[in-house]
Every structure is written in C-alpha cells, then in structure tokens.
T-cell receptor, first 115, second 114 residues
Framework: DTGVSQDPRHKITKRGQNVTFRCDPISEHNRLYWYRQTLGQGPEFLTYFQNEAQLEKSRLLSDRFSAERPKGSFSTLEIQRTEQGDSAMYLCASRPSGGATDTQYFGPGTRLTVL | AQSVTQLDSQVPVFEEAPVELRCNYSSSVSVYLFWYVQYPNQGLQLLLKYLSGSTLVKGINGFEAEFNKSQTSFHLRKPSVHISDTAEYFC????????????FGSGTRLSIRP
C-alpha cells in the first residue's frame, strides 16, 4: 500500500495558462475525491467519482475546472485560464465504496501558485 | 447542510501541558465526526473518528475526543503534548449520504513551546 499520490507537488504558472494535476488513489479504492484548501482555511469539497463516474460537483467547480477518471483508477483535475484566485492546495482522497463509515485517505496535495 | 466551527484559530501551549481544541458542528441530520491533523508540507492524516456508540473516542498519538450531542460539540484533548504535535488540526463532519463528502472546519494551529 503506497498511499494516495499526487503529481506534481508544486506548480507555479502564469495567469491565463492551463494546468493539469494527477491523483493516483490507493489501489482498489472505488471512490476518489478532490478538495481545495486555501491559506488559513480547511479543505473544501470540489467533486467526487465512483469508479469512472463523476457523481457530484460543488458549485466551487466553475466551468474552467474539469475532472476526469477515465478508467476508474487515476484522476486528473484541469484548470483552464488560471486566475490568481485559483492559487491553493489541491488535495485528492480515496476510499473504498460501500459503507459510509470508511475512512478517506488523503494525498500530500498539489500546491498551485498563479502569478 | 452541515457546518463546522473551530473556535480557536491558534492555540499555544507549553510542552507536556494538556490541551483542548474546540469544535462545534451544525447539522439537521445525523453525522459522523472526525479530527484530522496536517503536519507542515504534508497531507491530512486521520486522528480519530466518531461513528456511533461510546461518546469518548481514542485516536492515534494519545489524542481523544468526546462527542456531546446536546452541545453539538466534538472537542479534541491530549493530557500531555510534545513538540512533535505541532501541526494544524481540522475538525470535520460527514453525513450519511452516498457521497460521504467531508465538511471541514477552518482549522486550529497548535504550537508547542519548549
């Protein structure tokens, strides 16, 4: 068990550029979640997948954001035309499906800085 | 909808002293309750969780929390802290829905003084 991994760990980009982050969940975890954490705040839910299906999206996820999980394994989060307000830590978590009591396991996050 | 309030943004405490980090939640339905810890430059790690049963929950690293339904609180305690406990602590709730997404508080930064 290697845990949840995220790549890259840090990303610096200029306003207006597109960025893509990757999350590799724990093997055999059906559910995958994306959260965003801004400075001084707790993580906020963005979206989640059950296998390859994206089942819920937060209103925080504007049209510039898109997430995919094409084969039900790794997931990508793309931000188009980045803005300075997108600067944050983007966290990925995974858990088995089934009981609501299962723990979500978090990755180390991708820190995005938009200049 | 659920919400979580962490009453203290920062808590300074001397090493080997006891500490309590306060958390109150609001929800119209039953929820599960969690405390997560985030060490510098690391992801979130689960400290403990309350699902049902005994209201006193013991977690890792000597932490424990008590669920109080009438006061809608879930305060975190440790009888004697160490320098290594320096971190950000997040209280969180999750409802019973199929999504099971987690709603986090804004965090409490615990700083330990030698």
């Amino acid at each position: 068990d290697t845990g949840v991994s995220q790549d890259p760990r840090h990303k610096i980009t200029k306003r207006g550029q597109n960025v893509t982050f990757r999350c590799d969940p724990i093997s055999e975890h059906n559910r995958l979640y994306w959260y965003r954490q801004t400075l001084g705040q707790g993580p906020e839910f963005l979206t989640y997948f059950q296998n390859e299906a994206q089942l819920e999206k937060s209103r925080l996820l504007s049209d510039r954001f898109s997430a995919e999980r094409p084969k039900g394994s790794f997931s990508t989060l793309e931000i188009q035309r980045t803005e300075q307000g997108d600067s944050a830590m983007y966290l990925c978590a995974s858990r088995p499906s089934g009981g609501a009591t299962d723990t979500q396991y978090f990755g180390p996050g991708t820190r995005l800085t938009v200049l | 909808a659920q919400s979580v309030t962490q009453l203290d943004s920062q808590v300074p405490v001397f090493e080997e002293a006891p500490v309590e980090l306060r958390c109150n939640y609001s929800s119209s339905v039953s929820v599960y309750l969690f405390w997560y810890v985030q060490y510098p430059n690391q992801g979130l790690q689960l400290l403990l969780k309350y699902l049902s049963g005994s209201t006193l929950v013991k977690g890792i690293n000597g932490f424990e929390a008590e669920f109080n339904k009438s006061q809608t609180s879930f305060h975190l305690r440790k009888p004697s802290v160490h320098i290594s406990d320096t971190a950000e602590y997040f209280c969180a709730v999750s409802d019973f829905s199929s999504a099971s997404k987690i709603i986090f508080g804004s965090g409490t930064r615990l700083s330990i003084r030698p």
